[in-house]
């Protein structure tokens, strides 16, 4: 069964940092485009950040920018979101979500969990 | 503000008809395929629809999409009350480079 299980969030200080962790089974994650999709409480869907075509192409949201940066362990199947100089207004529920192989249409399946980002003092 | 514009609540009977419209521009929905999330309350999103119309496998025909111009509509037919849940369209922007949500509109079978 293709699955993607989230790791990492916890309670932060603004200005900290963290690192989320998104494990696939099921399937290879270098072979699709892996995306990290936010929602803060009760408010809707914000994509963040893709990795896509083996690392070679890289892209994020322009509210994270500079700040967060996407990375992957292929030999563990796993693909990082390291977040840093983190806001209040990140505090959200980090979902990783698998895009499509390359020249694909462009949907999320499947979803991970989630895993809950908390930034307060 | 979202990129894509969905009404924020909608309601219908049980066993009634429901649609929920998406609206976008020529950089989104006017060159790129649209797809559709269910997300009941407590739970991770789960794809609906995808390339506008397509639905994964175990998902019941109850479910339909479609696509005009810049504009695309989910259509939910026999209301069920199991159907409550945000639901969500989505598309990549060709302009800004990253995918758009709708807003999300929430669903109530009265």
């Known amino acids: 069964e293709v699955q993607l299980l989230e790791s990492g969030g916890d309670l932060v200080q603004p200005g900290g940092s963290l690192r989320l962790s998104c494990l696939g089974s099921?399937?290879?994650?270098?072979?699709?485009?892996i995306n990290w999709v936010r929602q803060a409480p009760g408010k809707g869907l914000e994509w963040v950040s893709l990795?896509?075509?083996?690392?070679?192409?890289?892209s994020y949201a322009d509210s994270v920018k500079g700040r967060f940066s996407i990375s992957s362990d292929n030999s563990k199947n796993m693909v990082f979101l390291q977040m840093t100089s983190l806001r209040a207004d990140d505090t959200a529920v980090y979902y990783c979500a698998r895009g499509p192989i390359p020249g694909a249409t462009f949907y999320f399946d499947p979803w991970g969990q989630g895993t809950l980002v908390t930034v307060s003092s | 503000q979202s990129v894509l514009t969905q009404p924020p609540s909608v309601s219908a009977a049980p066993g009634q008809k429901v649609t929920i419209s998406c609206s976008g521009s020529t950089s989104n929905i006017g060159n790129n395929c649209v797809s559709w999330y269910q997300q009941l309350p407590g739970t991770a999103p789960k794809l609906l629809l995808y390339?506008?119309?397509m639905r994964p496998s175990g998902i019941p025909d109850r479910f339909s999409g479609s696509k005009s111009g810049t504009s695309a509509t989910l259509g939910i037919t026999g209301l069920q009350t199991g159907d409550e849940a945000d639901y969500y369209c989505?598309?990549?922007?060709?302009?800004?480079?990253?995918?758009?949500f709708g807003g999300g509109t929430q669903l109530t079978v009265l």
């Open positions: 990795m896509s075509d083996g690392g070679n192409n890289i």
């Open positions: 099921g399937f290879s994650l270098r072979k699709f485009a």
């Open positions: 390339d506008n119309n």
């Open positions: 989505g598309t990549w922007d060709n302009r800004s480079s990253v995918f758009v």
